[in-house]
């Protein structure tokens, strides 16, 4: 029998795995979940998990739940899935050499089910407040995460209720968040904000949280970095880049890679995570600067509103991500991001502009000489292109911008519309 534990990374305090709590009840540290990494040496292999990969059906056919035993243990009637995850990794020359590189691959998690990584971990979350019996679940989003928890919710028949920032919020993540049925609170202020009454709401009126800070909702996360390797022949690159505001994945990378060393599944060296944050919203960039010794929460600004946070709740997971990965933090313009996004979007794939600024962020760490001509990259496109229509037709209309595509009107003739195709 595995022995799965919730435990505070801060004082080491246990929880059981039914614990519904989002924080260490003695000192208010993050939990984790604790995999019993001794008992499964040896059982998850590279040969367990090429069996695993070729299954189909509940719930292995999930990208999330084939790998359970680092997941969540739960047992099947619990969980709620749509075969999230078994995302795309797109090998791009072309954006590779835009990015300067020779070896560049792109993890598509706008691929999942409403269109972000976030259903990763909110199959996990969501199997988790349906296995005790949850009644309400909530969150605060920059707007995918509430889509995601929508659309979940609806699947297990939970009632969802979601704290927004008011105004801020991407219309295709809006829409979503609504159509599916989710209570959706607009609140004056940030998603920092939005995420303080959500923890309210769950601490006074014990309602079931599945922001990040709830464990379960990394271990899913976890999964696109197994899922990665695999797609690599294990063969691990030399950088992970990953856009990042609350650090959810920041923080689910690293215990990734630190659990697939430990059983063996890849070599000692693990490939470093580099995190990129808005300009803007860059308060981790800036921790990471003073060498982790002076945090400021910011006020948030960027056009990139998924990553739009002042006050990471995963600060301290992720960074001991950094740190265990010898990974590095840096940020990038609004007007690289979009400008990231616009060659993303061109080059077929696509993505939202959080997925713009991982790639921006590639294309800097390179510039500084961080990342090497040679290195092996995977930048994680956390993103679907439909999330945020608007900021798409806000940059083509412009064609001051590099690669706008503004629409043009019918008039004059069938030449003249041919000569217009040939100049694009
Ligand atoms: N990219 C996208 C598309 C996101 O939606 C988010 C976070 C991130 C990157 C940053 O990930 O928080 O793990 O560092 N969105 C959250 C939300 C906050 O509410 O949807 P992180």
């Given at each position: 029998m595995?022995?799965?534990?919730?435990?505070c990374?801060?004082?080491?305090?246990e929880?059981a795995?039914?614990?519904?709590i989002?924080?260490?009840?003695?000192?208010?540290?993050?939990?984790?979940?604790k995999?019993?990494?001794?008992a499964?040496?040896?059982?998850?292999t590279?040969?367990?998990?090429e069996?695993?990969?070729?299954?189909?059906g509940f719930?292995?056919?999930s990208?999330?739940?084939r790998w359970?035993?680092l997941?969540?243990?739960?047992?099947?009637?619990?969980?709620v899935?749509?075969?999230e995850?078994?995302?795309?990794?797109?090998?791009?020359?072309?954006?590779?050499?835009?990015a300067?590189l020779e070896?560049?691959?792109?993890?598509?998690?706008?691929?999942?089910?409403?269109?972000?990584f976030k259903?990763r971990g909110?199959t996990?979350?969501?199997?988790?407040a349906?296995?005790?019996?949850?009644?309400?679940?909530a969150?605060?989003?920059?707007?995918n995460t509430?889509?995601s928890?929508a659309?979940?919710?609806?699947r297990?028949?939970?009632?969802?209720?979601?704290f927004?920032p008011?105004g801020k919020?991407?219309l295709?993540?809006?829409?979503?968040?609504?159509?599916?049925?989710?209570?959706t609170v607009q609140v004056?202020?940030?998603?920092?904000?939005?995420l303080e009454?959500?923890r309210?709401?769950s601490?006074?009126?014990?309602?079931y949280?599945v922001?990040s800070?709830?464990?379960?909702?990394?271990?899913?996360?976890?999964?696109?970095?197994?899922?990665a390797?695999?797609?690599?022949d294990?063969?691990?690159p030399?950088w992970?880049?990953v856009?990042g505001?609350?650090?959810?994945?920041?923080?689910?990378f690293?215990?990734?890679?630190?659990?697939?060393r430990e059983l063996g599944?890849?070599g000692?060296?693990l490939?470093?995570?580099?995190?990129i944050?808005?300009?803007?919203?860059?308060?981790?960039?800036q921790?990471y600067?003073s060498?982790?010794?002076?945090f400021?929460?910011?006020?948030?600004?960027?056009?990139?509103?998924?990553?739009r946070?002042g006050n990471?709740?995963?600060?301290?997971?992720?960074?001991?991500?950094i740190?265990w990965?010898?990974g590095?933090?840096?940020?990038?313009?609004?007007?690289?991001?979009?400008e990231?996004?616009?060659?993303?979007?061109?080059?077929?794939?696509?993505?939202e502009p959080?997925a713009?600024?991982?790639?921006?962020?590639?294309r800097?760490l390179?510039?500084?000489?961080i990342?090497g001509?040679?290195?092996?990259v995977?930048?994680?496109m956390?993103?679907?292109i439909?999330?945020?229509?608007?900021?798409?037709?806000?940059?083509?209309?412009n064609?001051?911008?590099?690669?706008?595509n503004?629409?043009?009107?019918?008039?004059?003739?069938?030449?003249d519309?041919?000569?217009l195709?040939?100049?694009?």
């Amino acid at each position: 029998m595995l022995e799965t534990k919730v435990v505070c990374i801060q004082c080491g305090r246990e929880y059981a795995l039914s614990a519904a709590i989002s924080g260490c009840e003695t000192c208010d540290g993050l939990l984790e979940v604790k995999h019993d990494l001794e008992a499964l040496k040896g059982v998850i292999t590279r040969e367990w998990a090429e069996k695993r990969r070729v299954e189909r059906g509940f719930p292995n056919g999930s990208g999330v739940w084939r790998w359970r035993e680092l997941v969540a243990p739960f047992p099947n009637e619990a969980i709620v899935s749509r075969n999230e995850g078994n995302t795309n990794l797109y090998e791009d020359a072309r954006l590779a050499k835009w990015a300067g590189l020779e070896n560049l691959w792109l993890k598509h998690e706008g691929e999942n089910p409403t269109g972000s990584f976030k259903d990763r971990g909110m199959t996990v979350g969501i199997s988790h407040a349906n296995w005790i019996g949850a009644k309400y679940v909530a969150c605060a989003s920059s707007g995918n995460t509430s889509a995601s928890l929508a659309g979940y919710a609806a699947r297990a028949g939970l009632k969802a209720l979601t704290f927004i920032p008011s105004g801020k919020v991407a219309l295709g993540k809006l829409s979503q968040t609504m159509a599916y049925g989710a209570k959706t609170v607009q609140v004056e202020g940030s998603f920092d904000d939005a995420l303080e009454l959500v923890r309210r709401v769950s601490k006074e009126k014990g309602v079931y949280l599945v922001n990040s800070l709830n464990p379960f909702r990394l271990e899913g996360q976890k999964t696109i970095i197994f899922e990665a390797l695999q797609q690599l022949d294990w063969q691990a690159p030399d950088w992970i880049v990953v856009s990042g505001g609350n650090l959810g994945n920041t923080s689910a990378f690293g215990k990734a890679l630190w659990e697939m060393r430990e059983l063996g599944l890849i070599g000692e060296k693990l490939p470093r995570i580099a995190t990129i944050q808005a300009e803007g919203a860059s308060p981790f960039y800036q921790y990471y600067r003073s060498e982790f010794t002076r945090f400021k929460a910011q006020k948030p600004e960027t056009v990139a509103t998924a990553i739009r946070i002042g006050n990471p709740v995963n600060l301290a997971k992720a960074r001991r991500a950094i740190e265990w990965t010898d990974g590095v933090v840096d940020m990038v313009t609004d007007t690289e991001i979009m400008e990231a996004k616009a060659v993303l979007d061109r080059s077929g794939i696509g993505g939202e502009p959080a997925a713009g600024a991982t790639l921006a962020g590639v294309r800097k760490l390179r510039e500084k000489e961080i990342i090497g001509k040679g290195d092996r990259v995977v930048a994680i496109m956390t993103g679907h292109i439909l999330k945020d229509a608007d900021s798409i037709v806000n940059y083509h209309s412009n064609p001051a911008n590099p690669g706008a595509n503004p629409l043009v009107q019918m008039a004059g003739t069938l030449d003249d519309l041919m000569k217009l195709l040939e100049e694009n």
